[in-house]
């Protein structure tokens, strides 16, 4: 388990997460920092590089000193850090660590600012090949028992990349209760009567009808493994029926696909799998479809 490490409260919220996820799949914790470059003009006397005010010592310093108590609890722990820009060196530290799963904190800003200053969680999240749990400063923390979880999907083949994993990280545990989630778009206009103008015509819900026997082979897989398995068709946009659909089940956890687009198309696509960490009630483990 690799776990990005910023120094900061949210950086500490999701160690201690990495930390219980380590401990419950017996993994070796490898904490990684990235050293970012000095803007230019931060100090107008001088140019320095992080080589000249010697910050890589401090910052190997400060990790090591969170490292320490964790393998006083008897975990294995690695220190890692790199310079460069966080997002490309936090995969890249993921994958010379050969690391299973990565997990980093974000702040869950708001749309209009996270989309104008990016974020490094984001950047994780679209580029990282091995699944990433993002975690927000209020999140619980993941116990023991994991019970209930979101997983969403759109019915294309890539969705089943999070229920791979899925499958794989809960088959030697205990089984959650699975919400299997599609958010279903409708006009704007038309939604908040959709359903009583259908039900007023005495029509059937075709739509929903397609859309539930559809879902049915995952439910079915689901179930044959084990878990409870319950149905859900939501209404509206995946970035809000997603996270409002978590926050009225309880959710402990979202487990969801993400197709890894370059951040331009991202912007131009809606950027679901994003807004969808970035809004979510719960940690929110991404698996990047191949």
């Not at 090949?129 to 999140?139: G, K, Q």
């Not at 689901?222 to 995946?238: A, H, Q, S």
């Not at 969801?256 to 483990?285: D, E, K």
Request: hydrophobic letters at 45%; a negative charge.
């Amino acid at each position: 388990v690799l776990c990005a490490v910023d120094l900061s409260g949210t950086g500490d919220h999701a160690l201690e997460q990495a930390i219980r996820l380590a401990r419950r799949h017996g993994a070796r914790l490898v904490l990684g920092h990235v050293i970012e470059p000095i803007p230019l003009g931060a100090y107008p006397d001088i140019q320095p590089t992080s080589s000249d005010l010697e910050i890589r010592p401090l910052a190997e310093k400060r990790v090591e000193e969170r490292a320490g108590p964790i393998r006083d609890q008897g975990l294995e722990v690695d220190v890692r850090v790199a310079e460069g820009q966080p997002g490309p060196e936090l995969v890249a530290l993921a994958q010379s660590a050969s690391a299973d799963l990565v997990v980093i904190g974000t702040k869950g800003l708001s749309a209009v600012p996270h989309l104008l200053l990016g974020s490094v969680a984001e950047s994780v999240v679209r580029r990282c090949p091995v699944p990433v749990l993002t975690v927000h400063p209020d999140d619980a923390l993941l116990g023991e028992s994991i019970e209930r979880v979101v997983l969403p999907t759109d019915l294309s083949p890539k969705a089943e990349a999070a229920l791979d994993v899925f499958e794989a990280w809960f088959g030697g545990f205990e089984r959650p209760l699975v919400f299997v989630a599609f958010a279903d778009r409708v006009p704007p206009y038309l939604e908040p009567f959709r359903h009583e103008a259908l039900e007023k015509a005495g029509k059937p819900d075709a739509e929903r009808a397609r859309i539930e026997a559809e879902m049915q082979p995952i439910v079915s897989r689901l179930r044959d493994d084990g878990f409870g398995t319950e149905l859900r068709v939501v209404d509206g946009t995946p970035p809000d029926a997603i996270p409002a659909l978590a926050r009225r089940e309880q959710a402990d956890l979202i487990v969801m696909s993400t197709h890894g687009r370059s951040a331009l198309m991202n912007a131009l696509m809606g950027r679901t799998a994003q807004r969808i960490v970035q809004c979510a009630p719960c940690p929110v483990l991404t698996v990047r479809a191949r």
